[in-house]
């Protein structure tokens, strides 16, 4: 009977080498945030769509109600202009007028924030209606009622943001570390007693560890950012948070990078001054030769 056929033997796991062990979290954190925000983005345009639909209602019911005001505002300012008349006979249609004028300013001042008092809203119903610009101001208004609404829609939305944000961050983290190891990596083969890349692995394992918490941590914090009741509430409440970002981003990004490249600067530096030292105290003791080239550069016979 055949022997038995050995069993294959199993495949040793490749280990991965100190780059891949750097980089391999941050990928994991790449493609983890970028799925996330594809997801989050999702639910934003249904969102958005939602909104859009929920403004253009609220703008459709507005319009017609404003074209039916403003010329009994306009006849109203225009009978204050004219005032009560010999003899006041007047009086009374001066103060229906000036009542009619109060209510329509006191009616369409969250849309046209112009009609601030009685004489601001007569001044305004006076003039021709061509330079209203009311049909931006509608819009305006019709897009906030809308938000004030649908509260969970924004929230959307800003998650989106958020998430898109992160995103972001993460491929950033992940480009700026692979740079940084592909400059290392050069000039550990350019220059032949350069401090071999394991030895600076560790600090390099720090900083990335230390970027990875940073960020985090600044995703932490626009997180809070984004839930805080004063933020939700602030009109301009992107821009607070995307002013926060950028501080973090300039306050530790940017000085990680120019630290690390001006190391790699010095250690090139360093090496080039100790090889030139050598080569200068080989001649000196046996003058030129004519042999091959040695590691540091062509003799001085060539």
Known sequence: MAAAAASPRPRRRRTPGPAERILGPLQEQLHTTAAAAQAAEAQAVAARATLQRRAQAVQAALRPDWDTDRPLAAEAARTLTAGPGRFGRRRAAVADAQRLLDQWATKWRPVTPELTDPAAAAHFAARPPAGDQIQDAIQRYARQRAADQLPQHIQA?????????????????????????SQRETLRHAHSGYRDLAEDLPHLSEQTTTTRERLTAAQDRAARLSRDPAIAAHPDGETILAAARNTWQTAETHPQTQAAAERAQRASAQHADQAARRRLHDTTRHGPTYGPPGRDGPSLGR
């Open 157 to 181: 939305i800003r998650r989106a943001e958020h998430a898109a944000q992160d995103a972001q961050d993460a491929a950033d983290a992940y480009q700026q570390t692979s740079r940084a190891l």
